[in-house]
């Protein structure tokens, strides 16, 4: 029986490692005798196929165009410095805390980060938080922390945005930052950006003291959506038992008056018609828009649409 | 090579490249220890640590990795020195451990100077600092109901129940609470339906401890794809919604059962007639009820009499 695909893979993965000049595929080939197949086709897809392995468990393997007699030939090596975990020294009780918070968002990802920094299995916890993946957020985060420029399609529109930062907020994430199109600060949902994330080589600065926070709306109700909108708020009536729970929501800050039934007018944020929309329709029969009228006529269009939509 | 045989050679590839840098670091540890902590089983612990011995380059056969595991299940080894230290973490793998880092200090009873926040610290130290914020904003009531899980202290609630449409009594054993599409909920055992349920917290109005203890109980709270609603699921309805209009369901956990090109068909459970006019209501003119029969036109009749009830003259 011949050498089994894990001692390949770990083989090219400690030639790699160990050579101080990058090796071309035949070089490669040569060293590790036997481990691959002799045709030149074969040889090269079973390098690809480890090769592009590697790569996704995050071994940064770089690659290099020869000159000289080697004219046109790629080779390949390993930074040490960039292969190994450095620079993360942690105490046990940190260790410890960090491996009780993966356990809160249970995630696989952060099961393999904790046993890289020699943690162990997660333990379960009494409160849990189910935090939205996206394939583009640790890309977004990455070019955050490293102050780049990224590319993405939204909305139809390529953009070229300097991220400065994102936001989890009601279960959706968001990235905001500077858009070199409009020449202005936007907001994007990251699960609505089209594709993939591209990162440039291009860096920008962050404004100093730039505020996630502040840059945000604190309501969702508030949020645009890449476009900017001004800040709308529209008057609801709930009707009780409910109006004590939106209360506990909203707080008295938002109370305009009080009925002698028990309703409560509130003044609600609506910037985002979508999210407020929502939000009102959710408390049913209970709650309904008093004003500005073109709200209101918002909500009564939506509830007609519906109407039609079943009965055409 | 077919897909699974390629995506579990990679899960070895990365799991050995975690547990080489662990052992050579100690010398040696129980199979058991390590079948434990890596969770792995210990005849697959083996096969992959005997493979790895096999590895090496010919001409420096002194840097092998050099195993052997006796007769009390005890591995041994010394490990070239290319293995000593683990892989960097991956942008996913520190994303997800600076997400998990930040989303527990941002959660009840967390100490924001304690040994949590110098772990994160350090984290964005080697991974640069992001302007990440985590607005994992908390009803009133998440820091009783939380002390309560911990203490299992028996509650009695006011809770508004959108399945029954009214506000309802009871007396809980909270046994969990969690966060899902940016809303909190209490699992517990519900003395109403004598049965295991999830509760909207900011639907919570009232929660006051009995002062009764109850029994331990282990659960398991729902992940994301999971359904869950404050009455379980009854039934399972059927809905069709244009490819374009996906983000309509997003708030929802449904189950995708097929497409026909413009269309999708994604599954929904129901937890009962008044809960789905409200889905319904939210969804609007582009989802469609294709099944069952009974709820075709639920949506029309629910929006029909939101109109009367509260814009007859509009």
């Given at each position: 029986?011949?050498?089994?695909?894990?001692?390949?893979?770990?083989?090219?993965?400690?030639?790699?490692?160990?050579?101080?000049?990058?090796l071309t595929l035949k070089q490669i080939a040569n060293e590790l005798v036997g481990m691959y197949p002799d045709k030149p086709v074969a040889l090269r897809g079973a390098f690809e196929r480890d090769k592009a392995l590697l790569r996704d468990i995050g071994v940064p393997i770089e690659t290099e165009v020869l000159g000289g007699d080697q004219a046109g030939e790629t080779a390949y090596r390993i930074d040490r410095d960039r292969y190994e975990l450095r620079g993360l020294q942690l105490d046990d009780d940190e260790r410890h805390a960090l491996q009780m918070a993966v356990a809160t968002i249970r995630s696989e990802t952060g099961q393999e980060g904790v046993w890289k920094l020699g943690g162990s299995v997660l333990p379960t916890s009494s409160v849990v938080a189910n935090v939205a993946q996206h394939e583009a957020l640790p890309v977004l985060r990455n070019a955050s922390g490293e102050r780049t420029t990224v590319t993405f399609r939204y909305r139809d529109v390529d953009r070229r945005v300097d991220p400065y930062g994102l936001l989890l907020r009601e279960g959706f994430w968001y990235v905001i930052g500077h858009d070199h199109g409009r020449g202005e600060v936007r907001t994007y949902r990251v699960d609505r950006i089209e594709g993939a994330v591209g990162v440039t080589a291009e860096t920008f600065r962050r404004p100093e003291g730039f505020d996630v926070r502040k840059a945000f709306p604190a309501d969702s109700k508030l949020l645009g959506d890449g476009e900017s909108g001004a800040p709308t708020d529209a008057e609801v009536a709930v009707g009780p038992p409910l109006a004590a729970v939106v209360l506990t929501e909203l707080g008295d800050a938002a109370v305009l008056r009080r009925g002698d039934d028990g309703s409560v007018v509130f003044r609600v944020p609506c910037t985002n018609r979508d999210a407020f929309r929502s939000w009102v329709l959710g408390l049913g029969q209970?709650?309904?828009?008093?004003?500005?009228?073109?709200?209101?006529?918002?909500?009564?269009?939506?509830?007609?649409?519906?109407?039609?939509?079943?009965?055409? | 090579m077919n897909a699974r045989?390629?995506?579990?050679?990679?899960?070895?590839?990365?799991?050995?490249?975690?547990?080489?840098?662990w052992l050579a670091e100690r010398g040696s540890a129980s199979l058991a220890e390590m079948s434990e902590r890596f969770q792995i089983s210990e005849a697959d612990l083996v096969a992959d640590l005997e493979q790895a011995a096999m590895c090496g380059l010919p001409p420096f056969l002194d840097e092998l990795v050099d195993l052997y595991i006796d007769d009390d299940g005890v591995a041994h080894i010394d490990v070239p020195r290319f293995f000593t230290r683990p892989l960097r973490l991956t942008a996913p793998e520190g994303f997800s451990l600076l997400i998990a880092g930040r989303t527990a200090l941002a959660l009840p009873g967390s100490d924001p100077?304690?040994?949590?926040?110098?772990?994160?610290?350090?984290?964005?130290?080697?991974?640069g600092s992001d302007g990440m914020v985590l607005d994992l904003a908390q009803p009133p009531a998440t820091a009783d109901l939380v002390a309560a899980v911990d203490d299992l202290a028996e509650v009695r609630v006011s809770y508004w129940s959108a399945s029954s449409d009214e506000?309802?009594?009871r007396t809980l054993a909270p046994r969990a609470v969690f966060a899902d599409?940016?809303?909190w909920y209490l699992l517990?055992?519900?003395?109403?339906?004598?049965?295991?349920?999830?509760?909207?917290?900011?639907?919570?109005?009232?929660?006051?401890?009995?002062g009764r203890r109850v029994e331990a109980r282990d659960v398991q709270v729902p992940s994301g794809d999971d359904w869950f609603d404050d009455l379980g699921a009854a039934d399972v309805i059927t809905l069709r919604i244009p490819t374009t209009e996906r983000w309509v369901v997003e708030r929802f956990p449904v189950r995708s059962v097929g497409d026909d090109g413009d269309h999708l068909l994604v599954e929904l459970a129901v937890a009962s007639e008044a809960w789905l006019r409200e889905v319904v209501l939210r969804l609007g003119p582009h989802a469609e009820v294709v099944a069952p029969d009974e709820w075709r036109d639920l949506a029309a009749r629910a929006a029909a009499e939101l109109l009367a009830a509260r814009y007859p003259t509009d």
């Open positions: 029986m011949g050498p089994s695909a894990l001692e390949r893979v770990t083989n090219l993965l400690t030639l790699l490692l160990e050579t101080r000049v990058p209970h709650a309904e828009v008093v004003a500005p009228a073109d709200v209101r006529a918002d909500v009564v269009a939506w509830l007609r649409s519906i109407v039609a939509a079943v009965t055409s | 045989r390629a995506s579990t050679l990679k899960v070895r590839v990365r799991r050995l490249l975690v547990i080489l840098p100077n304690g040994p949590l926040a110098r772990a994160l610290a350090k984290l964005e130290a080697v991974l506000m309802t009594e599409r940016g809303r517990a055992d519900d003395d109403r339906s004598g049965d295991e349920r999830t509760f909207r917290i900011d639907r919570i109005l009232r929660c006051e401890r009995t």
